[in-house]
């Protein structure tokens, strides 16, 4: 249930409807907007007679149902868009961001010669798995701790901030030492006890669409971290498995208006794994961009065929600098910018 306030009501009014809401055995999660606070009560529906009759309170407008059961992602209970802040920067606002760098951190090198090259090319994270989820546990794993430490350098080279993968909650505290956005990658979008863990702090949380996730059951894995009182969340589809072998996912675009109807968590679009193949990253990019995503997720290498991961479908340098060129216009058209 959503227990909506009227427009000017006392803090001391707020204060007693969380006290009640508790009281009844729900958790209260207040969403205070520009005209209006509301307090969406989660919990078991059962309660659901004795919630409605908090209508009776000073400052309480109404108290509706949230029909979703993804409650706390749900634009039901927040209709205004949510911005994620990762220090100055603004995901889901105006500005477009793109985070692009290596499938992995390999070397030094590697990743200082990408993040420069990124960077200059308008990028504005820095991405790269130091804890990589590979198929084959003979495939290269990650530098672990010391991926993460030639991230933080190359943050402090660059200004970039950086997004990491973590893969299980034992990783959580030093890759949070490192990084500034926490990725959950598709084959962990249902690892409920990672889920929760990253819910528990406060950091930004990429969280990637699973291959083979309905947008509902994406959507109820975000409403683990949001109720475990995370609620900065970034959304990114990458891709899903279809009976289609041409391209290694096909990459579902349709999920971004869809997202954007149910949730007011911000989406950003990852056309590298979504296609599997570098040829096909620009034409996606661009249709991301069109159809409305916040921001892009690409695999950048400065030798693909030397890559330890996903070489195949990473851009060279020079090409994702054309790229980002060519999206400075697309983003134009729909009243964006990078
Ligand atoms: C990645 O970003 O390198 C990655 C492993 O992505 P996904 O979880 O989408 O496969
Ligand atoms: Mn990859």
Redesign the pocket.
Known sequence: MVIVMKPGAREEDLREVIARVEALGYQAHVIRGTTRSVVAAVGDERGKARLQALEALAGVQSVVPILQPFKLASRETRAARTVVRVGSLEIGGDRLHVMAGP??VESEEQLLTVARAVREAGATIL?G?AF??RTSPYAFQGLAEDGLKLLAAAREATGLKVVT?VLNPRDLDVVARYTDIL?V????VQNFALLKEVGEIGKPVLL?RG?STTIQEYLMSAEYILSAGNTNVIL?E??IRTFETATRFTLDLNAVPVLQKLTHLPIIV?PS?GTGHWEYVPALAKAAVAVGADGL?I?VHPKPEEAL??GIQSLKPARFAHLMSDLQTVAKAVGRYL
């Open positions: 499938c992995s991405r798995g990589k989820p993968e990725q990658g598709a084959r962990n990637k291959m990114c990458r891709g990852d794994h997720m695999e991961s996903d």
